[in-house]
Each structure stands twice: as structure tokens, then as C-alpha cells.
């Protein structure tokens, strides 16, 4: 394929296996730059140098996904406009600023300030990555892409719990924000090396915009369905994320095995969702979706149920992480099959965009914890929610069920 006047090619094109690669290392920085926050929190609140208390830590760490809603809406669309792979570098430039800037904070203003710089290259760089990995899948094996290149997500979280173990007792909390910094720069450089988009996108050349495109006819129902699991979903995911360490170690774990949680946490979501993209590609993502679903719920209501019992705590936080995430990449999945392939980018930057209002829940799980419900408050809050989800796939699955091939929301919507 020829190059567009004017430009220079990357030096490199690579091989749609490893396009997909590359994306799944920018989702595993993701990962890292997500989870870092929680994992330090218990040492952030004991640092003099911050005057962090339970609520503002919590309202910190939702800052992070405020950022990430703007730039996946912006991203997914301007990608599109444009080209996604400009796109990507830029989101990760920024976060490996938030890494670094977080690294060097001396209070809560700063800390947010780099909180907020890492969600909006986070956000931008998860939709116009999967938008990438996903243009390189074969229609079915749409499930297996999404899902493994958003394992890249629990894969940076384990990174992170493993790094801590390691460098936090010792070292404290301020190295794995640098640390972070540098494996950045290493994957932006191997991003900019070589060449993952196989064309011009086709969204340039068509008179409509994407957005418009996506909201189109009765397309705007299908949009908040979507919302409408997504939001109650990462309510769940992200508060789980940023209070799960902290929660366990009111409950009289030590930091040592608080990790070892949220390594738990992580794990499942990773073999969760490789367990579930082959399902899904065969069964339908709706339908596995609500599996997934059952799995959150099921989890949370053992955790509050069994106290005391660190295997069995142990099982039901895999559950969650299996069951959290997973459903969030099914989503993907079915919103990228059901709208066409030139605005994909902004269909996945909605999607995932739109699921960051979901932040609140860390909010929300600052103030139960920091009150008389303590721990076993968080995880009632967050079983609430995962109800929801299932209420939410259950009218989705009713409006998108019959159809396993790419059509316009006009064409789903108006099935009888």
C-alpha cells in the first residue's frame, strides 16, 4: 500500500500478530499507571509529606479516570479522523508524565494534578489501542483480540503487585511511580519504531463524522445501553482497584498479604478472560457476558459472608477480578462487532470513555470505608453495583441478541 503524500513511513510495518503484541504491552503500562494508585495508598496515608486522609485519597484516585474519560471520547474520534497510531504515542507520552510527576509530588494538589495527566493518555491510548488490535482480528476471533489485548490491563496490576512487594517494604512508594516512568518510555520508543496501522483510516474519506455515525437513527438507545453496563460495571472495577489493599488491611491482613489480594484480584481477571474469549467468539459475548457477571456478584457476597477465612477471601477475590473485568472486554467486543469497522475507534472510545463516570467509585468507597461500615461497607456498595450489571446485559442481550455479524445500530434497533 502506498504511502499519503507528504508523510514518512514508520520504518518498520509489522506482522498483525505482532501489532497486536505491541498494543497488549500498552495496555499492560495501562495496567500499571491504574493500579500503581491503589496498591501505594496504604503508604501514601501514612506519609507526613501528603496530608492524605481516606476521602481525599479516594477523591485523588478518581481523578485519574475523569482524565480518562475525556481523552478516550476525544481520542477514539480524532483517531479515527486522522490516524490512530499519532493518536497512541501521544496518550503515552502522557501518562509516562503522570508517572513521573506522581514520583515527584509533595501533596494532594500535585498528586491529582499527575493523577489527571495519566488519565487522559490512559484513556486515549486504551481505545485507540484496541481500535489497532482489533483491525488486525479476524472477524472470528473478535473475542480472543479484544480479550488479550485488555489482559494487558490485570497484567500491568499483577506487574505492579509483584514490583511492590519487592520494592514498597523497602523502598517505599515513590520508585514505583519512576519505575513506571522508564518501561513507558521503553514501549513509546517501540511504537514509534514501527508502523501498526495497515491504511489510511476510512473514516477520512466519509462526509459523515464518526460520532454523528454512531448516534445515527435509534443508535442513541444502543449508546446508553451500553452506558448503562459499562457505568455500574467499572463502579465496581475501579473502587474494587483503588480500595481492595486498604480494605484488607483494616480487616488485620498485613500489607504483605493485602498485596497478595490485589495480585489475586488482577490474576483472575487475566484467566478470566482468556477463559472467556474463546466462549464468547463460540456461545455469543452477551451471553458470557452475563456469566461474568454472576461471577462479580457471586464473589462479593462471599467475601462479606466468610470472614476470616484467607483461601476462601482468596477464591472470591479471583472471582471478582474475573468477573469485573471480563465483562467490561465483552463489552468491547459486542460494540465493535455491532457498529462498522471505519468508526470503531470511536465506538470503543464510548465505550470505554463512558465507563470512567463509573470513578465515583472509588469516591463513594473512600466514605464507607473512612465510616462505621469499614471494610465490609465497601464490598456491599460494590455488590450493589455489580447487580446492576446484570439488570443492564439483560436488556442489552435483548436488543442486540439475534445478530453475531457488523451491523448499524439503525439495522439492531429496529429488529422486532
Known amino acids: 500500500m502506498e504511502t499519503p503524500p507528504g508523510t514518512r513511513p514508520p520504518s518498520r510495518t509489522v506482522s498483525s500478530t ?13 495496567g500499571y499507571s491504574l493500579i500503581v494508585f491503589g496498591s501505594v495508598i496504604p503508604l501514601l496515608l501514612v506519609d507526613p509529606s501528603l496530608h492524605l486522609d481516606p476521602g481525599t485519597a479516594g477523591l485523588v484516585g478518581s481523578v485519574i479516570y475523569a482524565g480518562m474519560l475525556i481523552g478516550a471520547l476525544v481520542c477514539g474520534v480524532v483517531g479515527d479522523r486522522i490516524g490512530r497510531q499519532p493518536v497512541l504515542l501521544v496518550g503515552i507520552a502522557l501518562f509516562s508524565l503522570g508517572f513521573l510527576v506522581s514520583g515527584l509530588a509533595d501533596g494532594p494538589w500535585l498528586l491529582g494534578v499527575a493523577r489527571l495527566l495519566s488519565g487522559l493518555g490512559v484513556g486515549g491510548a486504551i481505545s485507540t489501542a484496541l481500535a489497532l488490535a482489533r483491525s488486525h482480528a479476524p472477524e472470528h476471533r473478535a473475542s480472543l483480540v479484544v480479550n488479550i489485548t485488555m489482559a494487558g490491563i490485570p497484567l500491568g496490576g499483577a506487574l505492579t503487585a509483584l514490583i511492590g512487594l519487592v520494592v514498597m517494604p523497602q523502598l517505599g512508594w515513590r520508585p514505583m511511580f519512576f519505575i513506571g516512568a522508564g518501561l513507558t518510555v521503553v514501549i513509546f520508543l517501540v511504537v514509534l519504531s514501527v ?4 491504511g489510511r483510516p476510512e473514516a477520512r474519506t466519509q462526509p459523515v463524522s464518526p460520532l454523528r455515525q454512531m448516534f445515527a437513527g435509534r443508535g442513541w438507545v444502543l449508546a446508553l445501553l451500553i452506558a448503562a453496563v459499562a457505568i455500574p460495571n467499572m463502579f465496581t472495577w475501579f473502587g474494587l482497584n483503588v480500595w481492595l489493599t486498604a480494605a484488607m488491611t483494616t480487616l488485620k491482613y498485613p500489607l504483605t498479604s493485602a498485596l497478595l489480594f490485589s495480585f489475586t484480584l488482577t490474576a483472575g481477571a487475566v484467566v478470566g478472560s482468556m477463559v472467556a474469549a474463546p466462549l464468547a467468539d463460540r456461545f455469543g459475548t452477551t451471553r458470557v457476558a452475563k456469566v461474568t457477571g454472576v461471577l462479580t456478584v457471586l464473589g462479593l457476597v462471599g467475601i462479606v459472608s466468610s470472614p476470616g477465612s484467607l483461601p476462601l477471601s482468596l477464591v472470591c477475590v479471583a472471582l471478582m477480578g474475573a468477573g469485573g473485568h471480563t465483562t467490561e472486554n465483552l463489552l468491547n467486543t459486542a460494540a465493535s462487532n455491532l457498529y462498522p469497522a471505519p468508526i470503531r475507534g470511536t465506538v470503543l472510545g464510548w465505550t470505554n470513555g463512558i465507563s470512567y463516570i463509573g470513578a465515583i ?17 465497601v464490598f456491599v456498595l460494590f455488590g450493589c453495583s455489580a447487580f446492576l450489571v446484570l439488570v443492564a446485559l439483560t436488556a442489552f442481550g435483548a436488543v442486540t441478541r439475534r445478530h453475531d455479524q457488523v451491523l448499524t445500530p439503525t439495522a439492531v434497533l429496529a429488529t422486532p
Do not use: D, Q
Open 361 to 377: 467509585g472509588p469516591i463513594f468507597g473512600g466514605l464507607v470505608i473512612g465510616s462505621h461500615l469499614g471494610a465490609y461497607g
Open 18 to 30: 505482532v501489532a497486536i503484541l505491541i498494543c497488549t504491552l500498552v495496555t499492560v503500562m495501562e
Open 195 to 198: 508502523r501498526l496501522e495497515t
